[in-house]
């Protein structure tokens, strides 16, 4: 079941190894899990048949064990084979992940789930209608645990698109695009915000937001938060939408809305790409793809987080149609307590954030103290923001390799000032190393 061996290869070691100009141009200690602590240790284990929720959260179980067994400074890496995968919704318990991880691994020991390395034949992990609601990845006070080539995605879009019909004072009626959720189906009553219209080109390839939108419009919920849930116009085909807008008294012509325009429609869903509650540390994503869900949350302070190579965009085509927004929330979140631990060696690099349901990357409640450094980010076409720090939101600096619409956000040694939905500047600082 698994092979041990008291050596690093040497192909591993090179991967293992920081860049050079990582180890030149940071004082930060790179992830302490993967990058700058090489474990003596290895053992490798395969995962037995096939990928399935269940095996999943076994295998992972037997692993962890395996591995409290060992010295410190072991590394056991759970290799999943290649292939297509689709995921039910994990019923262990009050499980709230596919995958469910915690604090279980002991000292510095690491656990890697890693999928194949082979190109031609990745390994991609679908989660299906069942597990619609759970995240894929979650974790209580998690620590040492590196995912490594793996591709996220989901059956069903968390984010719904049609062809406007209507547009009269209070509300807007939509044809859906063939295969795009029902809009009863994304819609989340029990929230009392996420809930936005933008306009969209009918692009089929490349789909952006048009010029003439203003902005997000918000929808589902008057302006006192009475519910305003929407209505099918020919159930029980489903397929023509009445979505009720905040301002009951306005059309929404006058901000470009007319027949013929495509919308994207959001309901904010709390479906993560990952969900980490309390204190992280020693979490490693490396080559990894995000899609269809796309927010990375962690909360509560973290420490040696690192994401390279690691993308966040939209998933697969819907008959034919790219989808406009990968999903309905954002990217990654770092989000904090007012009394909570700062995050510290937070290191983004090699990453993209394309096209996700709200703010691309945001920090908030990042308290003194914090580190984050942003190094070959590109960040584009966000339903929201590019890149958001709030104003209690400490030491987020970037390196002149970070791209925000085809724009540097560094110029001339200083934060690029010309960028929009680049929010809020001035919590922003040029990295000094």
């Given at each position: 079941?698994?092979?041990?061996?008291?050596?690093?290869?040497?192909?591993?070691?090179?991967?293992?190894?920081?860049?050079?100009?990582?180890?030149?141009?940071?004082?930060l200690?790179?992830?302490?899990n993967?990058?700058?602590?090489?474990?003596?240790n290895?053992?490798?284990?395969?995962?037995?048949?096939?990928?399935?929720?269940?095996?999943?959260?076994d295998?992972?179980?037997?692993?962890?064990?395996?591995?409290?067994?060992?010295?410190?400074?072991?590394?056991?890496?759970?290799h999943?084979?290649?292939?297509?995968?689709?995921?039910?919704?994990?019923?262990?318990?009050?499980?709230?992940?596919?995958?469910?991880?915690?604090?279980?691994?002991?000292?510095?020991?690491?656990?890697?789930?890693?999928?194949?390395?082979?190109?031609?034949n990745?390994?991609?992990?679908?989660?299906?209608?069942?597990?619609?609601?759970?995240?894929?990845?979650f974790?209580?006070?998690?620590?040492?645990?590196?995912?490594?080539?793996?591709?996220?995605?989901?059956?069903?879009?968390?984010?719904?698109?049609?062809?406007?019909?209507?547009?009269?004072?209070?509300?807007?009626?939509?044809?859906?695009?063939?295969?795009?959720?029902e809009?009863?189906?994304?819609?989340?009553q029990?929230?009392?915000?996420?809930?936005?219209?933008?306009?969209?080109?009918?692009?089929?390839?490349?789909?952006?937001?048009?010029?003439?939108?203003?902005?997000?419009?918000?929808?589902?919920?008057?302006?006192?938060?009475?519910?305003?849930?929407?209505?099918?116009?020919?159930?029980?085909?489903?397929?023509?939408?009445r979505?009720?807008?905040?301002?009951?008294?306005?059309?929404?012509?006058?901000?470009?809305?007319?027949?013929?325009?495509w919308?994207?429609?959001?309901?904010?869903?709390?479906?993560?790409?990952?969900?980490?509650?309390?204190?992280?540390?020693?979490?490693t994503?490396?080559?990894?793809?995000?899609?269809?869900?796309?927010?990375?949350?962690?909360?509560?302070?973290?420490?040696?987080?690192?994401?390279?190579?690691?993308?966040?965009?939209?998933?697969?085509?819907?008959?034919?149609?790219?989808?406009?927004?990968?999903?309905?929330?954002?990217?990654?979140?770092?989000?904090?307590?007012?009394?909570?631990?700062?995050?510290?060696?937070?290191?983004?690099?090699?990453?993209?954030?394309?096209y996700?349901?709200?703010?691309?990357?945001?920090?908030?409640?990042?308290?003194?103290?914090?580190?984050?450094?942003?190094?070959?980010?590109?960040?584009?076409?966000?339903f929201?923001r590019?890149?958001?720090?709030?104003?209690?939101?400490?030491?987020?600096?970037?390196t002149?390799?970070?791209?925000?619409?085809?724009?540097?956000?560094?110029?001339?040694?200083?934060?690029?000032?010309?960028?929009?939905?680049?929010?809020?500047?001035?919590?922003?600082?040029?990295?000094?190393?």
């Amino acid at each position: 079941m698994f092979k041990k061996i008291k050596f690093v290869p040497m192909a591993v070691v090179l991967s293992l190894l920081p860049l050079p100009t990582l180890v030149q141009a940071t004082p930060l200690k790179n992830n302490e899990n993967t990058l700058n602590n090489v474990q003596s240790n290895i053992i490798n284990m395969y995962l037995k048949d096939s990928i399935t929720t269940n095996n999943l959260y076994d295998q992972i179980n037997n692993a962890i064990t395996t591995l409290n067994k060992e010295s410190d400074n072991t590394k056991l890496i759970l290799h999943l084979p290649g292939g297509t995968y689709y995921l039910d919704k994990n019923s262990h318990g009050r499980a709230l992940g596919i995958i469910q991880i915690g604090s279980a691994i002991n000292g510095t020991r690491i656990l890697e789930i890693q999928g194949s390395t082979n190109k031609r034949n990745p390994t991609k992990l679908y989660a299906n209608e069942s597990a619609y609601w759970q995240s894929f990845i979650f974790g209580s006070y998690p620590k040492n645990i590196t995912f490594s080539y793996l591709s996220f995605y989901r059956t069903e879009k968390t984010m719904s698109e049609g062809i406007i019909t209507n547009v009269a004072k209070g509300y807007i009626d939509i044809k859906l695009l063939d295969g795009f959720p029902e809009i009863g189906r994304i819609y989340n009553q029990g929230m009392t915000s996420g809930r936005y219209l933008r306009l969209i080109s009918n692009d089929i390839n490349n789909p952006t937001i048009l010029s003439v939108d203003k902005g997000q419009e918000p929808w589902g919920m008057d302006k006192q938060d009475n519910p305003l849930p929407p209505e099918a116009l020919d159930a029980p085909q489903n397929r023509n939408w009445r979505i009720y807008t905040k301002n009951t008294q306005a059309d929404l012509s006058r901000v470009g809305y007319k027949i013929g325009l495509w919308v994207a429609v959001k309901s904010k869903s709390y479906n993560y790409a990952y969900n980490f509650q309390g204190f992280s540390s020693n979490i490693t994503f490396n080559n990894i793809g995000f899609f269809d869900s796309t927010m990375g949350q962690m909360h509560g302070g973290a420490k040696n987080i690192t994401l390279n190579h690691v993308k966040f965009g939209r998933g697969d085509r819907v008959n034919g149609v790219v989808p406009a927004f990968a999903s309905s929330a954002g990217g990654p979140q770092f989000m904090g307590y007012t009394d909570s631990s700062p995050y510290t060696n937070i290191l983004l690099d090699y990453v993209w954030l394309e096209y996700t349901g709200d703010d691309n990357f945001s920090a908030q409640h990042a308290s003194q103290g914090s580190s984050f450094k942003l190094d070959h980010v590109t960040s584009k076409g966000a339903f929201a923001r590019l890149l958001l720090a709030t104003y209690d939101a400490y030491g987020v600096c970037l390196t002149d390799n970070v791209i925000l619409d085809n724009q540097p956000a560094v110029v001339h040694g200083a934060i690029n000032q010309d960028i929009e939905h680049f929010e809020f500047k001035k919590q922003f600082s040029v990295c000094q190393y």
